[in-house]
């Protein structure tokens, strides 16, 4: 995806970061309720959506993000119990579910800790299909896809090296075995992503400083994050002034 096609906010602390990806996050459920009367948002794992779903489960924000006609969906989860401590979805729950007046039949937990994953990754892709309208090639889309950025250039599930599951052109969630984590992984497929009507990418902390030099600054587009090109144009990529300082 070309630079233009961009949009990248670079704040000065990672609590600013939380705030400005909560008000695009704002932005975007509350059109897509008015032009559609339901919302369908994909939300990413690991620590630093944290401060995020924080902020949206103050009273403030809760009351200006259309909960109860949003359709939550999860970009990855890791191969445990929704209640362990290391699920995406536990994470989620504590931060912002368990805080919001969001519709539980709307929630839609990834069970990566099914006895046979490749199936619940099927089921989890039938249900995406039910549920979302599809865009202008047939693939469902999104209203908000919220991703991560890891240390190697990953994104959701999507590891480098794991070439069978970065190519994936089909399935629009997979399961995967991760070397370098030693675990399995279920996640969505970048068809899927690349579908959405718009990505939000939030990426904070000094450690990431590195990697996204190399995504924006370099263009690398050798990283699986890089892959990361929205066919309908709209990414923006939310960084606190560490993670930009090599840019
Ligand atoms: C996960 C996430 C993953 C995450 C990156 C960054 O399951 O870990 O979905 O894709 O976004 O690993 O993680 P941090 O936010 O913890 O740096």
Known sequence: MSKAQRDIKIEHSAQAAARTATQIF????TKAIERRGVCHISLAGGTTPRR??????????????????????????RDVPLDDVDSNYHMVQRTLLDNAPVDWSRVHAMRADAEDIDAAAEEYEATIRHLLPPDDEG???????????????HTASLFPGCEETLNETEKLVT???????????????F??????RQVLMLITGNDKAEIVKRLFGEGDESLPAGRVTPRHGNMT??????AARLL
């Open 26 to 29: 704002k932005e975007i459920t």
């Open 237 to 242: 990529v939310v960084l606190d002034a560490d």
């Open 191 to 196: 068809p899927v992503i690349n579908a959405s």
């Open 139 to 153: 693939i469902p889309q999104f209203d908000l896809m919220l991703l991560g950025l890891g240390g190697d250039g």
């Open 175 to 189: 399961s995967c075995y991760v070397p370098v984590l030693g675990r399995r992984r279920m996640t969505i497929t």
């Open 52 to 77: 995020l779903y924080e902020l949206l489960a103050e009273t403030s924000t809760t009351d200006e993000v259309p909960w109860s006609r949003t359709e939550v969906f999860f970009g990855d989860e």
